[in-house]
Structures are given as C-alpha cells and as structure tokens.
Nanobody
Framework: VQLQASGGGLVQPGGSLTLSCTSSEFNLDYYDIGWFRQAPGKEREGISCITNTDGTTYIPNEVRGRFAISRDGAKNTVYLQMNNLKPEDTAVYYC???????????????WGQGTQVTVSS
C-alpha cells in the first residue's frame, strides 16, 4: 500500500508549487496525512500534517507562513501548497499516513516514491 506524491519540479526562489498526495488503494479520509522531506545528506523531516477528524493542521515553525496543507475528500487527495520557496527547500517530498499527527515518523506508513522539488535560479 502506497501513497503517490506528485507536483514537484524546478522553481525559482520566491516561486510556488502545489504538491498532491493520493492513493488508488485506500481512502485517505480514514487517516491523518503528513508531508515530509529529505534533502541530500540530511535526515527526513516532517513539515506538515493534517488530521482526518476535523482537519486540524500542524506546521513547524521553519515553514509556517509559507506552507499550507489541505485535503479534498472528494478527490481523495491531500495537498501541500508551498509559497515563497527558498533554495533550502530543495528536497524529495514524501507523504505518508498515520493514525495520529502527534505520532513519531516511525508510525507513519504507506510511503511512496516522493516527488523532487528543486528551488534554484
């Protein structure tokens, strides 16, 4: 069982991208969904999460105000809107599911291949 992340690409600093996370195998409405990223030579880090109960979102300080997470049940998709992108946002972005946004990364599963985001002029 995997989630599919898409929407990455090459963007100039200050630009925007919207990533999508979906699955053809299960209903995302039953899970909290998180976005994570991993830059070359760095550990994977969580950058947002949205609950399945009331849509509460969690955004860490380092991307708060620039990134937003949302979900569309009709499309079985969770989105990550990224604005004012910086070179340090360059990474492979992944989405994964969990029974709770408060849980550790190890409790997330259904990781897919990720989508590459490159911020460069």
């Amino acid at each position: 069982v995997q989630l599919q992340a898409s929407g990455g690409g090459l963007v100039q600093p200050g630009g925007s991208l919207t990533l999508s996370c979906t699955s053809s195998e299960f209903n995302l409405d039953y899970y909290d969904i998180g976005w994570f990223r991993q830059a070359p030579g760095k550990e994977r880090e969580g950058i947002s999460c949205i609950t399945n109960t009331d849509g509460t979102t969690y955004i860490p300080n380092e991307v708060r105000g620039r990134f937003a997470i949302s979900r569309d049940g009709a499309k079985n998709t969770v989105y990550l809107q990224m604005n004012n992108l910086k070179p340090e946002d360059t990474a492979v972005y992944y989405c994964a599911r969990s029974k709770g946004c408060h849980l550790s990364m190890a409790d997330f599963d259904a990781w897919g291949q990720g989508t590459q985001v490159t911020v460069s002029s």
